[in-house]
C-alpha cells in the first residue's frame, strides 16, 4: 500500500506564515486554558504529552529518570496472513448452517479464535528516543500548547525541552536549551526478542508480548551526530527509525527524528536516516513557522464557546488529537492512531482498523466541525483498498457487491474475531453513510458521481443479493446480529433482522435512491425505492421502544447502542418527523437510561450525547460530556474505556487507551450547537437552558453552508451563514425577531415566521441580528 503523505507545499505555507492574521482567525485559536498542562511528565506511555501529523507521532513522558519520546509511524505493520483463518469453512453460507444446527463451536474454533490466539498481523511499535536529565533538577512543567501543537518541557535549573512533529512532513523536531555537559540521546529499540511465558493466555486486550512476533532483533548504529535503527518484520518488510541533531549554539541543541517503512524490495518512501539529513539542513525556528502556520489554518476552520470550561476543554483537545491523527495520504484513525503502546507489548486489540463502531465514530466531528478534507483520508483508504474488499466479498459471502470486514489489517484485509461482528454484512453499508455524509456536506458534485454513488452502487448490490424474502414475502438477513449482544455466543446470531443490521440496510437504500435521483439515474432510484419498501419497519415494544430484534427488547446494559443506529447516526427516526417519532426518540432513550451504565465504556456516553443533542435534551447531552470528560479520560485527555474515578459509572475500569470516544466528544457537542441533518439548519437546538452565553464560527451544516452565532443572555442574538455551493437552504427561528440582511447572490423564498428558506449563490451571505 503506497501512502502519499501531505499535500500542501512549504512554499504555500511559508506564505501563509508572513500574512498578517484577521481577528476573526486570531479569535478561533486555542487560548491557554485550553492546553495540556501538567507539573511533572507522565511516568507511563499512555499519559504522555502526545504530538502527531497522521502518519508519525510521538508521546513524551519519564521513564525510569530518563526523558522518553516514544516513536510511530501509522502504516509499520506486521500484515502477515491471519493463520487458520482462511479455510475451507470460511463462507457465510457454512456460518448459516451451523447456526440452524446450533453447533456453533466450530465457528468459535475456526473463524474467532485466530485472533485471540495468534499475535499478528497487528500494529507494531516502532521505537524510542531516550535522554539524560538534569542531575537533580526536577520537572517544574509539560505542556501541550495547542494552537502551534508543541510540547514544552521545563527543568528547575533552567534547561527546556521543545518539541513538535512537523504538521506537513514526517519528521519529528526537538530543542534542547540550557544544556549542560555532553549530549547523548539513546535509540531504544522495541524487545522483539526474549523468552515467551509458553502458559500465558491469549490477551488481545491487554496486548500480546512482542517477542511472540518472533522477530530477530534489528540493528542500532551510530555514526557522530546520529543514531539509526533498523528492524526486520515479517515477509520482507522493515523499518527504519533516525535521529540526528546538531549543536547550534553555547548550551542549544536541535534534532530531528523520522521512520520510514518499507515493504519487500519496493522501497516507496525515502529512508529514514535521508529524511533526517534534509530536515536538519534547516533550522528548528524556520520549520516550526510552517508547522504552526498549518495549524493556525487548521484552527481557523471552526471554534466555539461553552460557559462548561471542562467540556470546552475538551473540546478542543478533541480538535487536537483529531488534527494530529488525520491526514490525507495517511492511513485513516486506527484504534490507536500515531501512539502505539510502548510498554513491551502488542497495543490493544492490536491497533486494527475496527469498523463496526471505532473507525466510524472517530470521523463524526469532522463534517460539522469542518474539517472535510482531513475525514477525506478516511474515504481515500476505502477506495484505495475496494478490490480488496470485493475479493473478500466474493470469498466469504460468494455473492457479487461491495462488503468491508468489520476488523481488518492496514490494507483492508479481514482479521476474524467475534465474526457476528468482525465479518458483519452490513459494515459497507455503515461506511456508506461516511460517503454520504461527505457528499452533504460539502456539495462537491464531482465526489458524488466519481466515488459517493459507486460506492452505494456496489453495496447495494451486496444487499439486494445476500438478503432473502421471507414468509411474508418481506426481505431480511438469513442471520443477523447486534453488535456485541451476546458477544460471540450462538445466542448472538438472530434468525431475523436485528435494528442495527436493518437500520444500515434501509438507509443504504434510502440514501442511494437520494443519489441516484442527484445524479439524474431514475431508473435505479425507483428500484431502489421498490426493494426499500420490502423491508420491515423496526422492532419496537408496545411503549415504542427500539428493541434489539423482534422478540428481543432491549434489556441489557451494553456498551454498544446498536438498536438505536435509526436515531443516531443515519437520523431515519428524526425527531422533526412528529409525535410517533418523537415517542419513539424519548421511550427508547428513556429505557436506555432505566437499564443503565453498568457495561458502559467511555465512547457510550460520548455517543449518548449526540443521541440526547438529537432529541433536543441540551441538559442529558450536558451531563453525558461532563461524565465522560470527567470520568473516562486519562489525565493527557486520551479516551481509556473504563471508569477511571471507580464511582459506579460503568463496572469497566480497565484503561485499555482507544481514541472513538474522543472524537465522538467533539461530535456531541456540536449536535447539541448546530444540527442540520433534518433538511433545515437549527441553531443551538439542545443546549442546557443555564448555558444562557454561547458561541461558535464556522461549524458546517448540510448543503455546504458555514454557520456562526452567538448567544447571550439567553438569547441567540446573531446569526450568519455563508454558503460554499449554491443552492437552496433553509433556518429554523422565529424570523420576526430578526433583522435579516443579505449578500449579493442571496434571497428568501420563503418565510412563515417559523421556517426560513434561501436561495443562495456561492459565497452568497445571510445574517441576522435581534432585534
Known amino acids: 500500500m503506497i ?41 507511563t506511555w499512555d499519559e504522555g504529552l502526545p504530538l502527531g501529523n497522521g502518519i508519525v507521532g510521538a508521546l513524551i513522558w519519564e521513564k525510569e529518570g530518563k526523558l522518553r519520546l516514544s516513536l510511530d509511524r501509522a502504516d509499520v505493520w506486521d500484515m502477515r496472513p491471519m493463520a487458520g483463518l482462511h479455510r475451507a469453512e470460511f463462507s457465510y453460507k457454512w456460518v448459516q448452517e451451523q447456526v440452524r444446527k446450533k453447533d456453533y463451536k466450530p465457528v468459535q474454533q475456526y473463524l474467532d479464535a485466530p485472533y485471540d490466539r495468534e499475535p499478528a498481523p497487528s500494529k507494531i511499535p516502532a521505537g524510542a528516543l531516550e535522554f539524560r536529565m538534569p542531575d537533580g533538577a526536577q520537572v517544574r512543567r509539560a505542556d501541550v500548547g495547542l494552537a502551534d501543537a508543541t510540547a514544552v518541557v521545563e527543568w528547575s535549573n533552567g534547561m527546556v525541552l521543545k518539541s513538535f512533529v512537523h504538521a506537513t512532513r514526517p519528521v519529528g523536531w526537538f530543542r534542547f536549551e540550557g544544556v549542560t555537559g555532553d549530549f547523548v540521546p539513546e535509540m531504544m529499540a522495541p524487545q522483539y526478542e526474549g523468552k515467551v511465558d509458553p502458559g500465558a493466555k491469549p490477551n488481545p486486550v491487554g496486548g500480546e508480548d512482542l517477542a511472540r512476533l518472533g522477530y530477530q532483533q534489528g540493528v542500532i548504529k551510530r555514526a557522530g551526530n546520529s543514531i539509526t535503527y533498523n528492524q526486520e518484520g515479517w515477509g520482507g518488510f522493515r523499518y527504519e527509525v533516525a535521529v540526528r541533531w546538531k549543536t547550534v549554539a553555547k548550551g542549544v541543541v536541535e534534532g530531528v527524528w523520522s521512520i520510514s517503512s518499507h515493504e519487500g524490495k519496493a522501497v516507496k518512501h525515502p529512508a529514514a536516516g535521508d529524511v533526517t539529513k534534509a530536515a536538519l539542513a534547516e533550522n528548528y525556528a524556520s520549520a516550526h513557522a510552517i508547522h504552526s502556520a498549518w495549524w493556525t489554518k487548521f484552527w481557523a476552520k471552526s471554534s466555539i464557546r461553552v460557559p462548561d470550561p471542562v467540556i470546552e476543554k475538551q473540546w478542543y483537545l478533541e480538535q487536537y488529537k483529531f488534527g494530529s491523527a488525520a491526514r490525507r495520504g495517511a492511513p485513516p484513525i486506527s484504534l ?28 463524526w466531528p469532522a463534517y460539522s466541525g469542518n474539517h472535510l478534507e482531513e475525514a477525506l483520508g478516511y474515504l481515500d483508504h476505502l477506495d484505495e483498498n475496494k478490490n480488496n474488499y470485493l475479493r473478500y466479498t466474493r470469498d466469504y459471502f460468494g455473492v457479487d457487491g461491495l462488503a468491508v470486514p468489520g476488523v481488518t489489517t492496514l490494507d483492508g484485509t479481514e482479521m476474524g474475531g467475534w465474526i457476528q461482528y468482525s465479518l458483519s454484512p452490513t459494515v459497507s453499508g455503515w461506511l456508506a453513510h461516511h460517503y454520504y455524509l461527505q457528499w452533504r456536506y460539502g456539495m462537491d458534485r464531482q465526489f458524488l458521481k466519481d466515488r459517493a454513488y459507486p460506492w452505494f452502487r456496489q453495496v447495494c448490490t451486496f444487499f439486494e443479493n445476500i438478503t432473502i424474502k421471507n414468509a411474508t414475502g418481506q426481505r431480511q438477513l438469513p442471520i443477523s446480529s447486534s453488535p456485541e449482544i451476546h458477544n460471540n455466543s450462538l445466542e448472538a446470531w438472530f434468525s431475523e433482522t436485528t435494528n442495527y443490521d436493518l437500520a444500515l440496510i434501509r438507509f443504504a437504500f434510502a440514501a442511494g435512491a437520494e443519489l441516484a435521483a442527484e445524479i439524474g439515474d431514475s431508473v435505479q432510484a425507483k428500484k431502489w425505492r421498490a426493494i426499500l419498501a420490502e423491508f420491515p419497519d423496526y422492532a419496537k415494544t408496545a411503549t415504542h421502544e427500539l428493541m434489539f430484534a423482534p422478540g428481543h427488547p432491549y434489556n441489557e446494559s ?57 432529541a433536543k435534551d441540551g441538559a442529558g447531552a450536558r451531563d453525558a460530556l461532563g461524565i465522560f470528560a470527567s470520568a473516562f479520560c486519562l489525565p493527557n485527555s486520551f479516551h481509556a474505556n473504563g471508569d477511571q474515578t471507580k464511582s459506579g459509572l460503568s463496572k469497566f475500569t480497565y484503561r485499555p487507551f482507544t481514541l472513538e470516544g474522543n472524537f465522538a ?15 433545515r439548519i437549527q441553531v443551538m437546538p439542545a443546549i442546557p437552558a443555564d448555558w444562557q452565553d454561547a458561541a461558535f464560527h464556522y461549524l458546517r451544516a448540510e448543503g455546504a453552508v458555514l454557520v456562526s452565532a452567538e448567544k447571550k443572555a439567553g438569547k441567540i442574538v446573531h446569526i450568519s451563514l455563508k454558503a460554499e455551493k449554491a443552492g437552496e437552504t433553509a433556518i429554523e427561528l422565529d424570523s420576526k425577531s430578526y433583522n435579516i440582511t443579505f449578500s449579493k447572490g ?12 434561501f436561495s443562495l449563490a456561492a459565497g452568497g451571505e445571510v445574517e441576522f441580528n435581534l432585534k
Open 558 to 614: 451494553h456498551r454498544h447502542f446498536s438498536n438505536v443506529m435509526a436515531i443516531h447516526p443515519l437520523g431515519l427516526i428524526k425527531w422533526e418527523d412528529g409525535e410517533e417519532a418523537r415517542q419513539t426518540i424519548r421511550n427508547t432513550l428513556a429505557l436506555l437510561d432505566k437499564i443503565g451504565p453498568d457495561y458502559w465504556c467511555g465512547y457510550s456516553y460520548s455517543w449518548l450525547a449526540s443521541l440526547k443533542a438529537r
Open 336 to 363: 490507536q492512531a500515531v501512539w502505539t503502546a510502548d510498554n513491551g507489548r502488542i497495543p490493544p486489540w492490536k491497533g486494527d482498523f475496527h469498523h463496526d463502531l471505532n473507525t466510524q465514530l472517530s470521523y
Open 3 to 43: 501512502y502519499r503523505f501531505l499535500s500542501i507545499s512549504s512554499a504555500r505555507l511559508r506564505h501563509v506564515g508572513c500574512i498578517c492574521l484577521i481577528p476573526a482567525l486570531l479569535a478561533a485559536q486555542p487560548k491557554p486554558g485550553h492546553n495540556l498542562h501538567f507539573e511533572k511528565l507522565a511516568n
Open 746 to 757: 442571496a434571497r428568501k423564498t420563503s418565510d412563515d415566521g417559523k421556517l426560513v428558506k
Open 665 to 679: 466528544f467533539a461530535a456531541g457537542l456540536q449536535e447539541m450547537l448546530l444540527q442540520s441533518y433534518a433538511g
